[in-house]
């Protein structure tokens, strides 16, 4: 009898330990309402299903933890547990996200997806290496110049104060040495600078700045794709290493289809944002073929600046080596057809 008592006691104490839910506290800068939050709201939901409840997540929109970079900091601390967040707050964790704020370097997302096959396990190991789980990534769509006054030559930027995400002081350097007026600013604070005059030129998604706004006050649009906006999920591996074994596996899982689902359609939404922007009353200008030639030439002189802030240097050349290999393979079978 006192054994079984026992064991009573025992199963008592252990049962509600193992029962005990995992609530995971996300921030993002995406807007409450908006594609992308409804998004995590559906990750969310699916994790808690595959686990039975014993992970849930809670949701922080809108940038109300703060910036990129206060979240990174707020999750080191134990204050919130994960982010979906862009590659600046990526970079953060693994430089080797710079890649992905190289301009003209991207062309099309058939690139996009050859290039980051070839270097996904670095790209994840790194961020693992700083103590967190990237699970999934998501690529938000392209990023254009959005600027008060018409431009079509890269010296009529030089005209303009330019959005630079605070913190980012070697992009800011390298924008100072081509003869451009960079300003410092929290993502959170673009549409305030943008209101006070403060900034005038933003490099950013079209759907981004239809949510934001941005639009009204900057109603230029320069039809060149400067850029790719891409992120993803990630979750302090504290956190993660305390779930199960089964049910880290289930996340992992949903997570990836998730990246497969929402990289063939969110991502492609970009004309419908302009489109809507058009009839709101934004400029959108196109270029000629030797306009944008010399967008791209102009911009690879800086090339050799933007190497130097890799911490793996070498990183740079072997993306370059890749797109030619991308090139080649699509040349060769075109040539096959």
Known sequence: MRRIVILIIFFGFILPLSAKNTV???ATLAP???EWYYMLVDLGQQWENATDGRVKLRIYPGGVIGDERDMIRKMRIGQI???AITAEGLSELNPDFYIFFVPLLFENYDEVDYIRSELRDGLIN???GSGFELLMFNDVGWVYWFTT?????PEQLK???IFNWAGDYKFSEIWKKAGYQAVPLASIDILPGLQTGLIDAVSTNPQFALVQQMFGISKNMLDLKWGLLTGGVILDSKIFNKMSSNDRESIINIS???EKKYQTTMRYNDGKAIEVMKELGLT???LTSEEETYWRSYVENWYPDIQNIFKNQDLFDKIVEIKESYKKKIADTNDSE
């Open 24 to 26: 995971i506290k996300l």
């Open 284 to 286: 959108v200008n196109t």
């Open 81 to 83: 547990h994960g982010a």
């Open 256 to 258: 990836r289809e998730f």
């Open 32 to 34: 409450d309402g908006s």
């Open 149 to 153: 006054l018409s431009m079509t030559h």
């Open 126 to 128: 790194g961020i693992r």
């Open 159 to 161: 005209n303009h104060k």
